[in-house]
Structure formats: C-alpha cells, structure tokens
T-cell receptor
Framework: AQSVTQLGSHVSVSEGALVLLRCNYS??????LFWYVQYPNQGLQLLLK??????LVKGINGFEAEFKKSETSFHLTKPSAHMSDAAEYFC???????????FGTGTRLTVIP | ETGVTQSPTHLIKTRGQQVTLRCSSQ?????VSWYQQALGQGPQFIFQ???????GRGNFPPRFSGLQFPNYSSELNVNALELDDSALYLC??????????????FGPGTRLTVT
C-alpha cells in the first residue's frame, strides 16, 4: 500500500529564507514521487517529479527535491523564498505502471515580508 | 494551447440529488482523471478514463460514475448526494495513462456543496 505523510500542515518562512517542506512516503515497490503546488482558486501544477533517474530532482521556480531511499523521504527545498511562493504544496506517490496518484494532506506555505 | 477547463465553478445541491460535473481536456490529451479534494485534505483518485473507457478506479462507491466522449472531454456524475460529497472536484488530463511517462495537467476544479 502506498501513502504519503507531509509533516507540518503550515510552514512560515521569511522572504529570502530557506524553504523546506517535508514528505515521507510508504511504498512496497520503488516509487515515483511528485510535488505539486496549488495557488488559491487554481488547479494543481507539477513542480517536479522523481522517476528513478537522478536522486536530486530540479523543478520549476527554483525548487528541488532529493529522493532518499534509506529515509523514505522526498523533501522539497528552495534556497530563497519569494512572496510568490505562498501556496499549498502537495507531495504525491505513484508506482511504475500506475495511472493514479496518492497525495499527502498538503502544507500551506506562508512567506513573511 | 487551451488548458484544462471545468464547469461549473461552483455548485450547491441538496442531499439525495444528482450532479454532473464537466471537464474539457487539453488539446492532444486522450486521458482524463478525476480527483476529490475534501477541505483540508489532499486530492483522492476517483477514476481515470483512457480513450473513452474507464481505466482504473479508486475507493469510491458506484454512485460515482463517469463518461469520456470522442473528443476526450469527460463528465463525472454523482447520484444520491451525501453531505460528505462536499468537496473540490479536480479533473486532470494527460497524453497517456501512465504517470511515469505523461504529466497530468489539472483544471481549476468545481466546488460542490451539498446541504
């Protein structure tokens, strides 16, 4: 069975500070992992995905995530937060050959000026 | 290129009624997936339609049903609405059914309120 745990439903950072959003997964097979962002009144947008290639994945808007099998983690980071990064972030897991995603409960990121 | 669109934006229904939600997929996409996002939760997979056939279903009862049309647009139908069906319903389209190969593009969602 697959599942995703996102630690911290709310995270606040100052503008220019490091962003770290945590995601731990559970999967009985090698997973595919995704980070999505959701702005108010909008659908989900894919930030980045891990599909068993390089463990450090670079995405859009300066975000990146590192797949750590030993820790079953896929944390999302960005070196310097911008005001425009304020949104809801979802981590999701899938399996090779699968056609559906299992999402975490999300982390709301607030950026303080 | 037009993105994924959904209609209506908001909808209020009474318990026991039926509802139909609509999704127009992005140009060139033959796959549509539907997700339910309850307040404060992550999206949950309802089902996927690939080339007009249901291609996988999550843990949702049969009163949740769907259709995909030859132009690959899709409908989600929910019968006998319950209060717990209140949620944001998201549609996502892609060029193929496998998430490892094809990115899903999400629409803005339909907010359904059941009273």
């Amino acid at each position: 069975a697959q599942s995703v745990t996102q630690l911290g439903s709310h995270v606040s950072v100052s503008e220019g500070a490091l962003v770290l959003l945590r995601c731990n997964y559970s999967s009985s097979v090698p997973p595919y992992l995704f980070w999505y962002v959701q702005y108010p009144n909008q659908g989900l947008q894919l930030l980045l995905k891990y599909t068993s290639a390089a463990t450090l994945v670079k995405g859009i808007n300066g975000f990146e995530a590192e797949f750590k099998k030993s820790e079953t983690s896929f944390h999302l980071t960005k070196p310097s937060a911008h005001m425009s990064d304020a949104a809801e972030y979802f981590c999701a897991v899938s399996e090779s050959g699968a056609n559906n995603l299992f999402f975490g409960t999300g982390t709301r990121l607030t950026v303080i000026p | 290129e037009t993105g994924v669109t959904q209609s209506p934006t908001h909808l209020i229904k009474t318990r026991g009624q039926q509802v139909t939600l609509r999704c127009s997929s992005q140009s060139g996409h033959n796959t549509v997936s539907w997700y339910q996002q309850a307040l404060g939760q992550g999206p949950q997979f309802i089902f996927q339609y690939y080339r007009e056939e249901e291609n996988g279903r999550g843990n949702f009862p049969p009163r949740f049903s769907g259709l995909q049309f030859p132009n690959y647009s899709s409908e989600l139908n929910v019968n006998a609405l319950e209060l717990d069906d209140s949620a944001l319903y998201l549609c996502a389209s892609s060029r193929g059914s496998l998430l490892s190969s094809y990115e899903q593009y999400f629409g803005p969602g339909t907010r359904l309120t059941v009273t």
